[in-house]
């Protein structure tokens, strides 16, 4: 059984080098795909454990794991929501935890312009709600009016509900359990434009100067480790009279 982690953000493949040197854990297509390659065919057990992110990465995900060749079983750990939601309905089989909890909501972006540019991007949010509709759809056997109204709602779902809704099929370790309400909502921490640009600058500058590093390193090595072998040589000596 091949394993395949989709933890953290979901992010773009481009992207997904900033957050790693930030240290925020994230996920991108290109990762999971390397996964999916590994695995070979063999039976895929895909964990979930994500707050969403990039709504074109997180089709890009759904997409690779619904061609994959071999079984598919994702299994919700912890929370799938917004993009992280719909790679969930990518399994043959789609399993969730009694504790876990799953998340679906309408896209959303920014915009600027006039009342025009506005309405425009109105159009493509509306668009692209009914298009990753389309997951839920396929999955549960909804019609789009009744998974777009949930989206409109920003609609979370405890395991029992989201077996109910057909959105999963299988509760982990008891199937007549509940799970109790979180305190609190988590929110994805997407990184802005302007900061991505800054350090993937800051990256390559790192880059054309790592060679010099190591030699830097080496000689700053020398100093304590010389110290270290006249102290040994001279405990050495003291030992000896």
């Not at 054309?208 to 020398?222: G, I, Y």
Request: overall charge negative; hydrophobic content about 40%; charged content about 25%.
């Amino acid at each position: 059984m091949a394993k395949v982690s989709i933890k953290g953000v979901i992010v773009s493949n481009d992207e997904y080098e900033i957050y790693d040197w930030f240290g925020i854990e994230a996920v991108c297509p290109n990762k999971v795909m390397e996964q999916i390659e590994a695995a070979n065919g063999e039976p895929l057990e895909v964990d979930i454990n994500s707050g969403g992110g990039d709504v074109c990465a997180g089709s890009e995900i759904y997409t690779a794991l619904k061609e994959y060749r071999g079984d598919v079983t994702t299994r919700i750990v912890g929370l799938a929501a917004s993009a992280a939601s719909v790679a969930a309905m990518a399994g043959k089989k789609v399993v969730i935890s009694p504790t876990a909890q799953m998340m679906i909501h309408n896209v959303w972006s920014w915009s600027r312009g006039d009342y025009r540019d506005h309405r425009h991007e109105s159009g493509v949010l509306e668009n692209c709600n009914k298009s990753i509709a389309n997951a839920y759809i396929l999955k549960s056997g909804m019609q789009q009016d009744e998974v777009l109204a949930l989206m409109d709602e920003e609609t979370w779902f405890t395991a029992q509900q989201a077996l109910e809704k057909g959105l999963v099929d299988e509760i982990m370790f008891e199937d007549n359990s509940t799970p109790k309400l979180v305190a609190s909502v988590y929110h994805t921490p997407m990184l802005p434009n302007s900061v991505i640009d800054k350090v993937r600058n800051e990256l390559i500058k790192n880059r054309q100067s790592k060679n010099e590093q190591p030699q830097e390193t080496e000689r700053s090595a020398k100093v304590p480790l010389s110290l270290l072998q006249k102290k040994l040589s001279l405990q050495g000596r003291m030992m000896n009279r």
